[in-house]
């Protein structure tokens, strides 16, 4: 309960930095705090009676969580509005906490389930005097040895990413050209519909729209191909014993190498023709790159593990990846949103990521305090949270698969 006040207040200042920027943020938090912290205290609240922090509520946690945090904020955004106590309260950085405190208070809810695993494995150990059988996974002390054995088995990394690029272009006429093509096409039809159709006013739009599409398919070419990464090597998990981790980075690092590869010819090519100048801040996309790989990564280790148990989340997912396109500023600019809702638009997953890319490349500029923080939040607590996750099952997923 209490780790979670301190999510909560915490998702409280960083709502704010991103909603206002930090001059103005400290301004507001500095008005409005005690209602603030009365919506912590009853997100707080709502979740206790909704059964979190009992002994039989941790079957459902995840959804307990959520109608604490959802419940709360509504219960604070009633509360300020009845009282009028509304000085320095931002209905739109309330809800960017919402989002912040789940992730959070998932994350600690993460590493505390990987010590009680850790601590669960010494007993039987101790109890069998080390001789206890191993299942698949259990011998993982932590994240980072997961990681450590994941390096190990490199070579049966590579082996799978190569194997997967041969396979999408075997008997393929085009071959490779198949991945430049078709964002080609994509941004010639986009670029008829918006700026002879729909006549918006965004300048050297194929720049535009290619710098964001780019990162989206591999988003999205990765978060599908995750959720068939255990679910679809059933006969592979029951017959070699191998860090299951290296199927979904498997899937990650395929989409990521047809994105590389497709920066590297395309993005050159486009910069200058439209004579944009190489800059000191373009050495900030592999950083921005770095965070949205471990972003994808942790996404991709959560969808395999959950669909692995259940199918539907790969139709979820395609779902999923239609609704957050829109809500991506990939198509429109930014500054197409609502003031109001600005920041909060941030906060779209991959959101800050694609807004990095446009500031560093079509912009000119660095991006802001406000797109760091929501970056490199989503990468290292979502990665973090998809590991912990995924090692949490690993044991089991010959079973699942």
């Given at each position: 309960?209490?780790?979670?006040?301190v999510?909560?207040?915490?998702?409280?200042?960083a709502?704010?930095?991103?909603?206002?920027?930090?001059?103005?943020?400290?301004?507001?938090?500095?008005?409005g705090w005690?209602?603030?912290?009365?919506?912590?205290?009853?997100?707080?609240?709502?979740?206790?009676?909704?059964?979190?922090?009992?002994q039989?509520?941790?079957?459902?946690?995840p959804?307990?969580?959520?109608?604490?945090?959802?419940?709360?904020?509504?219960?604070?955004?009633?509360?300020?509005?009845?009282?009028?106590?509304?000085?320095?309260?931002?209905?739109?950085?309330?809800?960017?906490q919402?989002?912040?405190?789940?992730?959070?208070?998932?994350?600690?809810?993460?590493?505390?389930?990987?010590?009680?695993r850790?601590?669960?494995?010494?007993?039987?150990?101790?109890?069998?005097?080390?001789?206890?059988?191993v299942?698949?996974?259990?011998?993982?002390?932590?994240?980072?040895?997961?990681?450590?054995?994941?390096?190990?088995?490199?070579?049966?990394?590579t082996?799978l990413?190569?194997?997967?690029?041969?396979?999408k272009y075997?008997?393929?006429?085009?071959?490779?050209?198949?991945?430049?093509?078709?964002?080609?096409i994509?941004?010639?039809?986009?670029?008829v519909?918006?700026?002879?159709?729909?006549?918006?006013?965004?300048?050297?739009?194929a720049?535009?729209?290619?710098?964001?599409?780019?990162?989206?398919?591999?988003?999205?070419?990765?978060?599908?191909?995750?959720?068939?990464?255990?679910?679809?090597?059933?006969s592979?998990?029951?017959?070699?014993?191998?860090?299951?981790?290296?199927?979904?980075?498997?899937?990650?690092?395929?989409?990521?190498?047809?994105?590389?590869?497709?920066i590297?010819?395309?993005?050159?090519?486009?910069?200058?023709?439209?004579?944009?100048?190489?800059?000191?801040?373009?050495?900030?996309?592999?950083?921005f790159?770095?965070?949205?790989?471990?972003?994808?990564?942790?996404?991709?280790?959560?969808?395999?593990?959950?669909?692995?148990a259940?199918r539907?989340?790969r139709?979820?997912?395609?779902?999923?990846?239609?609704?957050?396109?829109?809500?991506?500023?990939?198509?429109?600019?930014?500054?197409?949103?609502p003031?109001?809702?600005?920041?909060?638009?941030?906060?779209?997953?991959?959101?800050?990521?694609?807004?990095?890319?446009?500031?560093?490349?079509?912009?000119g500029?660095?991006?802001?305090?406000?797109?760091?923080?929501v970056?490199?939040?989503?990468?290292?607590?979502?990665?973090?949270?998809?590991?912990s996750?995924f090692?949490a099952?690993?044991?089991?997923?010959?079973?699942m698969?």
């Open positions: 309960m209490a780790l979670d006040a999510c909560g207040t915490l998702a409280m200042a709502a704010y930095l991103v909603r206002f920027g930090p001059g103005e943020a400290v301004h507001f938090l500095a008005a005690p209602m603030l912290l009365a919506v912590v205290g009853l997100q707080v609240g709502v979740g206790g009676a909704a059964g979190l922090y009992r039989h509520g941790q079957v459902m946690w959804l307990r969580l959520a109608l604490g945090a959802v419940g709360g904020a509504v219960a604070g955004i009633a509360l300020a509005a009845w009282s009028g106590a509304d000085l320095g309260f931002s209905r739109q950085a309330v809800a960017g919402v989002a912040l405190i789940g992730l959070g208070a998932v994350l600690w809810r993460a590493v505390a389930g990987l010590e009680d850790q601590e669960q494995a010494r007993v039987i150990a101790d109890r069998f005097g080390g001789q206890a059988l299942v698949q996974g259990d011998e993982v002390g932590s994240m980072a040895g997961s990681i450590v054995r994941t390096w190990r088995y490199r070579h049966l990394l082996n990413v190569a194997k997967d690029l041969k396979l075997q008997r393929s006429l085009l071959g490779f050209a198949w991945s430049l093509l078709n964002p080609l994509m941004i010639g039809v986009y670029t519909a918006f700026t002879y159709v729909m006549r918006l006013p965004t300048m050297r739009f720049l535009f729209i290619l710098i964001g599409l780019l990162a989206w398919n591999f988003f999205a070419g990765s978060v599908t191909s995750a959720t068939e990464a255990v679910s679809g090597q059933g592979l998990l029951r017959s070699v014993v191998f860090p299951r981790v290296v199927l979904p980075f498997s899937a990650v690092l395929f989409n990521l190498t047809q994105y590389l590869l497709t590297v010819v395309f993005l050159p090519v486009v910069l200058l023709v439209y004579g944009v100048p190489a800059a000191p801040r373009m050495l900030l996309f592999p950083l790159l770095f965070f949205q790989v471990l972003f994808t990564a942790g996404l991709a280790l959560i969808l395999s593990t959950a669909a692995a259940f539907d989340v139709h979820l997912v395609e779902v999923g990846i239609g609704i957050g396109f829109w809500a991506t500023p990939i198509i429109y600019e930014p500054t197409m949103v003031e109001q809702f600005r920041q909060v638009a941030l906060l779209s997953p991959m959101a800050s990521f694609i807004r990095a890319y446009q500031d560093i490349f079509y912009y500029v660095t991006p802001e305090v406000a797109v760091w923080v970056a490199a939040v989503y990468g290292a607590g979502t990665f973090v949270c998809g590991l996750v090692l099952y690993e044991g089991q997923m010959p079973e698969a």
